[in-house]
């Protein structure tokens, strides 16, 4: 991978480079140069034309009024990206665009935009992201993958939703708190490309127990994984029976090991450690799985532990993976395959912080699947922008912004035809490169005095005492 690795030193004179190519000529004629090999994302993307076209193959009804699916649709992906501005902002935005065109202004009260948005599908919407991500996956090159291989990230978050009575019978809130007192919660698992950083797969939930948690909503999304990829996921991920599934499917694993096993390499670990293991199908368990289910499971599977340690940490890491061929895949190498794993957690902070999206809006359980597809839907068209913004400065799509390139989609992604469009909203999204932060070893403290369940730092962070040792004092 072109990825360099977290931590490593910053390389001033590639960033010195990199910023030479950021002059509007050479841009656009680096564009010009991907237009002929058509390794443009951007003018892949869906036109109004096709999304209708989309609606009559699923057989969606509509008006060709002021409100169509395709203008609903790019308003609603607006909002989501705008940290999920008001309804009436949004389409004050709309009467602005109106008005630049010369047409008659639609009135600013959200109700027949609320009423066409609850028109939308979640599958016309889910469709239009699944296009999106097939548009990146196509146009993905070799360097971008590790090893060559698609590796998917997963894990899961919780969203909240407005505490209404129909959100909370369909996503309750925690058993823990007494009725009235809490707000419904969405679980969700994302799985993104390490390559590309897009949502390739996602599924919500409610939280009420067994068979509701992230591994669960994780199985049902299986059968969208094929030969030859890779999955990257915590502790919570790793058991026998994901293993086994995945492993039909052709698919292989690399988590962290569970906290419930116990680890066959005994000692202290000086450096690296790897260890290839049986591992005995678990007991049945009703709770789990069932009978048929568990008989379909084989009596064994191979497992390869590997033990290692990493600067910043007193305790060891141990990991396990069905890549057990040991020529091909040395421990140094899944090890740092598994130290990428972190890049999901920044993903999930970009969609939930970012867009604003730890706290929903909508007010009905239908409209909060819409508005977590459509979430979905724009986060995945902001990839594609980096990955073109990627292309065009020949670096990696995790070294440009997530915000920045939001900023760039809302404020131009509306015009992307042509070499001079496309100059614009690249321009814009690779004003800030971001990735390597060499030597960050921050107490894991917060300054701020609120009343929260974390410890209050008592000294200076190591990066301000640096900074404060490195000024230039002045002559004696």
Known sequence: ????????????????????????????????????????????????????????????????????????????????????????????????????????????????????????????????????????????PHQWKWKGFDVYLVDGFVLRAPDTAANQ???????????????????????????????????????????????????????????GDIVVGDSNFESFHDAVLLSWRGADMVCCINGTRNSPLEGICESIDEKTVVLQKPPFDKTRFSRSQWESLPASIQYRVIRYRVSGRNTEITIVTTLLDQRRFTAEEIAELYGLRWDVELDICSYKSSMGMCDLRCQTPENLDREIAVSVLGFNLVRLLMCDAAAV???????????????????????????????????????????????????????????????????????????????????P
């Open 393 to 475: 400065l020949e670096l990696h799509p995790r070294e440009i912004s997530f915000s920045h390139a939001r900023d760039a989609w809302r404020n131009f992604g509306d015009e992307i035809a042509t070499t001079n469009d496309v100059m614009w909203i690249i321009l814009s999204a690779t004003s800030r490169l971001v990735r390597n932060r060499p030597n960050r070893e921050e107490p894991r403290a917060i300054k701020r005095r609120n009343l929260t369940k974390y410890p209050k730092l008592r000294e200076p962070r190591p990066s301000r005492a640096r900074r404060a040792r490195a000024k230039i004092k002045g002559p």
């Open 169 to 227: 019978e369909k996503y309750p809130q925690p058993l823990s708190q007494q009725d009235g007192l809490g707000y419904p919660q969405v679980r969700g698992i994302v799985t993104t490309s390490l390559a590309s950083g897009c949502i390739v797969h996602y599924n919500t939930g409610k939280i009420v127990g067994k068979k509701t948690g992230e591994r669960t909503l994780f199985r049902e999304k299986h059968a969208d994984f094929a030969a």
């Open 1 to 140: 991978m072109i990825l360099p690795p977290r931590g490593a030193p910053v390389d001033r004179k590639r960033r010195a480079e990199i910023r030479k190519r950021l002059a509007p000529p050479l841009v656009e004629q680096r564009i010009e140069q991907l237009k002929e090999i058509d390794q443009i994302r951007l003018h892949d993307v869906f036109t109004d034309q096709e999304v209708h076209q989309l609606c009559a193959e699923l057989g969606i009804e509509f008006r060709d009024r002021c409100f169509t699916p395709a203008v609903t649709l790019g308003l609603f992906v607006s909002q989501v990206l705008s940290r999920s501005d008001a309804c009436s902002t949004v389409l004050a935005s709309l009467n602005r665009e109106r008005k630049r065109r010369g047409l008659q202004p639609v009135c600013e009260d959200a109700s027949a935009y609320c009423k066409a948005r609850s028109r939308l599908s979640v599958e016309l919407i889910d469709r239009l992201s699944d296009r999106v991500v097939e548009i990146v996956r196509s146009k993905t």
